[in-house]
């Protein structure tokens, strides 16, 4: 079946400006995952939504960052204010149990 | 907080011999993942372990958990070049199940 799905893959943007990336899980997953891959950083949590219970926002770096879940399916993170420093590979993952299904990736970067 | 790390860092080993990984955690906690990333690639999941002792194998990858000492082990058994990736580890807790990643081994097999 699918997988889950993120776009746009690549996103170039500059200083200043908001972004907003986008993933799809897998159909009938109700937790989703929101993390980032820098070279600097490693692999971090950003936020974490399960079903219809308030997400779990400890991992966001800072108020510019936010996300939501429609539906309990899509969600949107939204970068206000891009610094270079949020240039990275955003992965967002997906699980209907304990095994969390990562899709490609969104690889930011701000000039 | 949660720290969780991986040696070696780099690991460059010929076809057809052993090694292994170590992950070290620093609190307690539910379950244990082992996660492969190829280059430009998302992370695939291999192994997800959940009680101490537990041990799981795939292929030339076996991976256990001793959750007493807060280690798990992933041991490559004859390597060949396809399991040339980057291997993390990753701690998470029952209920929630946000991910602490390690640093990640950087694995290259060598004809």
């Known amino acids: 079946g699918a997988g889950v799905s993120q776009s746009p893959s690549n996103k170039v943007t500059e200083k200043g400006k908001d972004v907003e990336l986008r993933c799809d899980p897998i159909?009938?997953?109700?937790?989703l995952y929101w993390y980032r891959q820098s070279l600097g950083q490693g692999l971090e949590f950003l936020i974490y939504f399960q079903g219809n219970s308030a997400p779990d926002k400890s991992g966001l770096p800072s108020d510019r960052f936010s996300a939501e879940r429609t539906g309990g399916s899509v969600s949107t993170l939204t970068i206000q204010r891009t610094q270079q420093e949020d240039s990275a590979v955003y992965l967002c993952?997906?699980?209907?149990?304990?095994?969390?299904?990562f899709g490609p990736g969104t690889r930011l970067l701000v000039l | 907080e949660l720290k969780v790390e991986q040696n070696p860092l780099f690991l460059s080993m010929q076809e057809g011999k052993n090694y292994t990984i170590y992950c070290n955690y620093s609190t307690t906690s539910d379950r244990l993942y082992w996660y492969r990333q190829d280059p430009g690639k998302s992370l695939e999941s291999l192994f997800v372990l959940l009680s101490n002792g537990a041990v799981k194998q795939e292929g030339r990858l076996m991976a256990s958990l001793d959750t007493k000492a807060r280690l798990s082990t992933l041991h490559i058994t004859a390597a060949v070049h396809d399991l040339s990736a980057t291997y993390f580890c990753a701690v998470g807790n029952f209920g929630n199940e946000k991910l602490t990643f390690g640093t990640g081994t950087r694995l290259t097999i060598i004809p």
């Open positions: 159909s009938g997953h109700t937790a």
């Open positions: 993952a997906s699980s209907f149990d304990e095994t969390q299904y």
